[in-house]
């Protein structure tokens, strides 16, 4: 299975998922490009404006070069399905069905993937849950409390177990902690808010307990118990001192994050101007305008590909189709070759494969893999 953890929800969040990971000093070429960024997530008056903002995965990837000759052979290669004028987009040539079997069996997805799956080549990404990104500092907090601190050990099993409460209803459960002034909780709100939190877990419990695991049920009790603590307590760690109202103040971290982490590599951007200007002053990074930039354009596919094909693994994983790739071997070969391309990338450095998901929502998406593409 690729690598699974968590990159950057906050300076302590990511210095704990790195822990251990070194430094990558080779000088490859990274390009990137970026899916479902929505640029920043705010309450409104108390509200949510766009579901899908906290629905929906936010992915910055792409390719990356690792040797010379490299780029000329790929340029060579992708003549056959690039556009003859314009600029290729995942649009153009994923198409535009909903059905990912069709998508997966599409000529030129085939011609796209055969074309990155070549030694010099490697694909990489970053993946963040945006309700899962807001709602971690409430855990972190908690395991902060007094009497609480050898429950680091199990932050993600207990940030898992919040995470299946609230993902039930997302938006819901987001409005209501606004009611409380999350992402900040005034010494005045914080019994409350716990209180909210103890509630909303005790209430999943008694109504999903058929459908958890015994190892599910245990870390939302101990959570459960951990906020009735933490009821008691004036302030919450991380709850406080936050920009007011924002559940995501921008995704720069992540373009900072892989700079730091290939110091010898040079890096390039999409054009994004909120993102440029935020970012430390470097020397191994640009943004480019993508429409001038193939291998930008490349790395356009591949976030759109991976973004279809995760929501695709997910549902799989509840349904359960056997038949889906039924007589259809071209589609099924596909998904073998992202799977493939995923798992050599991770192999070839951590940092190139790392997600701020839930464990629930990674170990879902890599069994669908597995079943479906034979582990």
């Not at 015994?214 to 009821?231: G, P, V």
């Not at 354009?297 to 991976?306: H, K, N, T």
Request: glycine fraction near 6%.
């Amino acid at each position: 299975m690729a690598a699974l953890h968590e990159n950057a929800a906050g300076l302590s969040e990511m210095v704990t998922a790195l822990a251990g990971v070194e430094i990558c000093k080779e000088p490859w070429r990274i390009y990137y490009d970026e899916t479902e960024n929505c640029r920043s997530i705010a309450y409104r008056n108390g509200a949510i404006a766009d579901a899908r903002t906290v629905e929906r995965t936010f992915i910055l990837g792409g390719i990356a070069i690792l040797g010379e000759g490299a780029e000329n052979e790929l340029s060579a290669r992708i003549e056959s399905f690039a556009p003859r004028s314009g600029e290729m987009k995942a649009r153009t040539v994923l198409g535009g069905s909903d059905d990912f079997a069709r998508v997966l069996r599409r000529r030129e997805t085939t011609r796209f993937l055969e074309s990155i799956d070549q030694p010099g080549i490697a694909v990489h990404y970053h993946s963040q849950d945006n309700l899962y990104y807001a709602i971690v500092d409430i855990v972190d907090s908690m395991i902060a409390g007094s009497g609480n601190g050898h429950m680091f050990a199990l932050h993600r099993e207990l940030k898992n177990a919040l995470y299946l409460c609230a993902r039930i209803d997302p938006v819901g459960f987001l409005e209501n902690l606004a009611a409380f002034g999350f992402p900040n909780a005034p010494p005045g709100e914080v019994r409350p808010f716990c209180e909210f939190i103890e509630n909303s877990l005790l209430d999943f419990l008694e109504t999903r307990s058929e459908s958890l695991s015994f190892e599910d049920r245990f870390f939302i009790e101990t959570l459960r118990q951990m906020a009735r603590a933490s009821s008691r307590s004036e302030s919450l760690a991380l709850l406080k001192d936050n920009p007011p109202d924002t559940l995501v103040e921008g995704f720069s971290d992540h373009y900072q994050q892989v700079c730091l982490f290939f110091p010898k590599a040079f890096h390039c951007f999409d054009d994004e101007t909120h993102v440029s200007m935020d970012i430390v002053d470097g020397d191994n990074y640009d943004f480019v305008d993508s429409e001038s930039n193939l291998f930008v354009q490349l790395s356009d596919v591949w976030v759109g590909l991976l973004s279809r094909c995760f929501r695709f693994l997910g549902k799989w994983a509840d349904d359960r189709n056997p038949d889906v790739f039924a007589h259809n071997p071209i589609a099924l070969e596909n998904l073998k070759t992202i799977r493939r391309l995923i798992d050599r990338a991770a192999d070839l450095h951590p940092a190139l494969v790392s997600s701020l998901e839930a464990d629930c929502v990674l170990r879902k998406r890599f069994e669908a893999f597995d079943a479906l593409c034979g582990s």
